[in-house]
């Protein structure tokens, strides 16, 4: 997919208009992620226990993020990472594989073998359909940062907040970790621009096609 060169500037009072959309869009999120939580109960069983059985360590994983209007929430996920993963990060800081405020390392030595299965099929990030649920998240949407990537965000990558961040994205269902972080904010910024019940609702089938075959998640 071509990453757009030039700069999107998002008119905020045109995105505030889209109100039949914002609704239309929580009433399916809601409806769609408990289903989804209903249905995929027996995979979450399985996953859950794969983890126990490697580590025996916590199953979930809870990450604080940063949401639309700069508000935090405590984003869960399937724990694919070693216990100490977090004090281990400053260590390897040096070895990031993407430029600006976000880390991503292609063979990250704190991923465990389960973990590097449901990262690559995004597995790990199911149970964010908890963060849906309770509003936290919508179903598409720009990838929640981190606190410390929102210190260092400039003016321009500041516009990724105007929207209640995603489980998945223009991003994350086309490119992810083949770009950087520059390429993420004008994706993300892309989709913000021409958001829409039908573009969201293709990139949920773009989603459910890397169940099946995998992208550069890692």
Same mark, same amino acid.
């Given at each position: 997919?071509?990453?757009?060169?030039?700069? &999107?500037?998002?008119?905020?009072?045109?995105?505030?208009?889209?109100?039949?959309?914002?609704? &239309?869009?929580?009433? *399916?999120?809601?409806?769609?992620?408990?289903? !989804? /939580?209903?249905?995929?109960?027996?995979?979450?069983?399985?996953?859950?226990?794969?983890?126990?059985?490697?580590?025996?360590? @916590?199953v *979930?994983?809870?990450?604080?993020?940063?949401?639309? #209007?700069?508000?935090?929430?405590?984003?869960?996920?399937?724990?694919?990472?070693?216990?100490?993963?977090?004090?281990?990060?400053?260590? /390897?800081?040096?070895?990031?594989?993407?430029? !600006? @405020?976000? *880390?991503?390392m292609?063979?990250?030595?704190?991923?465990?073998? &389960?973990?590097?299965? &449901?990262?690559?099929? $995004?597995?790990?990030?199911?149970p964010?359909?908890? %963060?849906?649920?309770?509003?936290?998240?919508?179903?598409?949407? @720009?990838?929640?940062p981190?606190? $410390?990537?929102? +210190?260092?965000?400039?003016?321009y990558?500041?516009?990724?907040?105007?929207?209640?961040?995603?489980? $998945? #994205?223009l991003?994350?269902?086309?490119?992810?970790?083949?770009? !950087?972080?520059?390429?993420?904010?004008?994706?993300? /910024?892309?989709?913000?621009?021409?958001? $829409?019940?039908?573009?969201?609702?293709?990139?949920?089938?773009?989603?459910?096609?890397?169940?099946?075959?995998p %992208?550069? +998640?890692?």
């Amino acid at each position: 997919m071509k990453v757009l060169k030039q700069k &999107i500037i998002i008119d905020q009072d045109k995105l505030a208009k889209k109100i039949t959309y914002h609704i &239309i869009k929580r009433i *399916f999120d809601f409806i769609a992620s408990l289903c !989804g /939580l209903i249905i995929l109960s027996p995979l979450f069983l399985v996953v859950a226990l794969l983890i126990k059985l490697e580590d025996h360590g @916590p199953v *979930f994983y809870k990450q604080k993020r940063v949401g639309k #209007g700069q508000r935090e929430f405590d984003m869960f996920k399937f724990r694919s990472m070693h216990v100490d993963a977090d004090k281990r990060l400053a260590e /390897l800081k040096k070895q990031n594989e993407v430029d !600006g @405020p976000m *880390f991503k390392m292609k063979n990250d030595p704190r991923i465990t073998k &389960i973990g590097h299965f &449901i990262r690559k099929t $995004s597995i790990d990030e199911l149970p964010q359909l908890f %963060n849906v649920v309770r509003g936290d998240m919508s179903l598409v949407g @720009p990838r929640p940062p981190l606190p $410390s990537e929102v +210190a260092e965000y400039t003016d321009y990558d500041m516009q990724r907040l105007l929207v209640v961040p995603g489980c $998945s #994205g223009l991003w994350q269902a086309t490119v992810r970790n083949s770009v !950087g972080f520059h390429e993420m904010v004008q994706l993300d /910024l892309e989709y913000i621009q021409k958001s $829409s019940i039908w573009f969201d609702i293709k990139i949920l089938f773009m989603t459910i096609k890397i169940l099946f075959k995998p %992208n550069s +998640a890692y």
